[in-house]
């Protein structure tokens, strides 16, 4: 079945250590999105990636990296510079970079930092 | 500035009875609209989207949704809530111009009493 595996489901981190999560999706999506959620805010775009090594600056990229090196995988780093990093964290595709199709998300990563 | 709107963060309805949740938008120009559907610790799931065409727009799970231009909205309805439903359910909004920009409203929780 074509979809977005994202791991871990759940993270633990200590104070000032990076930690990446993966999203891998088979979909053949050109387009893929890191959305950071949390309650009572809605999802906030963190980076985008519209073709294969390339990816821009979301609304809340301070903190975080990313890379996208293949069209299947678009990983986070959240880095030690990230003030708040603990929230849960959606991936999604779509089939072009926006506008003509809706956005497909894995089941999300939850990170907390001890 | 483009948003969206859902001003009811909670909404509790009994099993059987209808459901009407909100949604607002604030946009240039006529965006596409999305209903995604959220269930604990999950990813998003679409529930129904609006591009062009008939107001009225059919989704799954029996929901459906209907476009007022006039009214900038596009509310989510359903005859008959089942158990299953309780969830949080977000409205989003894309431009048709083709940008990355999907714009989430922050959300309503449902919760349905038996």
């Known amino acids: 079945d074509g979809g977005i595996t994202q791991s871990p489901k759940y993270l633990f981190r200590k104070e000032g250590q990076n930690v990446t999560l993966s999203c891998e999706q088979n979909?053949?999506?050109?387009?893929m999105y890191w959305y950071r959620q949390d309650p009572g805010q809605g999802l906030r775009l963190i980076y985008y990636s519209q073709i294969v090594n390339d990816f821009q600056k979301g609304d809340i990229a301070e903190g975080y990296s990313v890379s996208r090196e293949k069209k299947e995988s678009f990983p986070l780093t959240v880095t030690s510079a990230q003030k708040n990093p603990t929230a849960f964290y959606l991936c999604?595709?779509?089939?072009?970079?926006?506008?003509?199709?809706?956005?497909?998300f894995g089941e999300g990563s939850r990170l907390t930092v001890l | 500035a483009q948003s969206v709107t859902q001003p009811d963060i909670h909404i509790t309805v009994s099993e059987g009875a209808s459901l009407e949740l909100r949604c607002n938008y604030s946009?240039?120009?006529?965006?596409?609209l999305f209903w995604y559907v959220q269930s604990p610790g999950q990813g998003l799931q679409l529930l129904l989207k609006?591009?062009?065409?008939?107001?009225l727009v059919q989704g799954i799970k029996g929901f459906e949704a209907e476009f007022k231009r006039s009214q900038s909205s596009f509310n989510l309805r359903k005859p008959s809530v089942h158990w299953s439903d309780a969830a949080e359910y977000f409205c989003a909004v894309v431009g048709t111009s083709g940008t990355y920009k999907y714009i989430f409203g922050t959300g309503t929780r449902l919760k349905v009493l038996a």
């Open positions: 979909l053949n999506h050109d387009a």
């Open positions: 999604a595709s779509s089939t072009t970079g926006g506008g003509t199709g809706e956005l497909f």
């Open positions: 609006y591009f062009s065409g008939d107001t």
């Open positions: 946009y240039g120009a006529t965006p596409y």
